[in-house]
């Protein structure tokens, strides 16, 4: 079962405009949540997170925003640069869960130049 | 740290082989992680471990896959007999525990696996 969403496949977008990678979930007991971004031939990395106590959470060009009432998280990026083009993937655990963290598909963003 | 280390880096096998999948944590994490990624599911949790036990094996696809931690610096993930719907990219995670910033898990390179 999909309990974390991410429907769009793909993004392209200008470099020096905003990317907005959007993630649902399905989960209401999910309480903390992370992005990943992951290059071609290598493992993700941690990009930033958010726990469920706070909306907003922000890191340089990085910021993830999140709506629990709709289930629903954004990470945006501004400015986009070419060197953001990554897949990024949408994580979410819950803490009475045995650290059962669930992983969206993915979304491949491509920045061009 | 050198962070997580996973061999082989790709394999390539024929069907019915057994496949041995390696992974070395990072030093000090109590927890590890399998898994999978495919283009159809993403990044799917197989199994995982903390402090060499395994705790939930649910996301191990059949009986065909089994995994081990015989010690902290070191798991195995084995297939046996391996099918071509195997075929994907082998992913081992590590973190130190389960809230918070502790919950950030740590990813290994990957091992990308084809079976003919």
């Known amino acids: 079962d999909q309990q974390v969403k991410q429907n769009s496949p793909s993004l392209s977008v200008q470099e020096g405009r905003i990317s907005i990678l959007n993630c649902d979930y399905t989960n209401s007991m999910f309480d903390y949540f992370l992005w990943y971004k992951k290059y071609p031939a290598e493992g993700p990395t941690f990009l930033i997170s958010i726990s469920s106590i706070k909306d907003k959470n922000e890191d340089g060009r990085f910021t993830v925003f999140l709506n629990k009432s709709a289930k629903h998280l954004s990470l945006h990026i501004v400015p986009s640069q070419p060197g953001d083009s990554a897949v990024y993937f949408c994580a979410a655990s819950a803490w009475d869960n045995n650290n059962d963290m669930r992983f969206g598909a993915g979304t491949r963003l491509t920045v061009k130049p | 740290d050198a962070g997580v280390i996973q061999s082989p880096r790709h394999e390539v096998t024929e069907m019915g082989q057994e496949v041995t999948l390696r992974c070395k944590p990072i030093?000090?994490?109590?927890?590890l992680f399998w898994y999978r990624q495919t283009m159809m599911r993403g990044l799917e949790l197989l199994i995982y471990?903390?402090?060499?036990?395994?705790?939930?094996d649910s996301g191990m696809p059949e009986d065909r896959f089994s995994a081990k931690m015989p010690n902290a610096s070191f798991s195995t993930l084995k297939i046996q007999p391996s099918e071509p719907r195997d075929s994907a990219v082998y992913f081992c995670a590590s973190s130190l525990g389960l809230a918070g910033v502790q919950e950030t898990q740590y990813f290994g390179p990957g091992t990308r696996l084809l079976v003919l």
């Open positions: 030093s000090g994490h109590d927890y």
């Open positions: 471990f903390n402090n060499n036990v395994p705790i939930d």
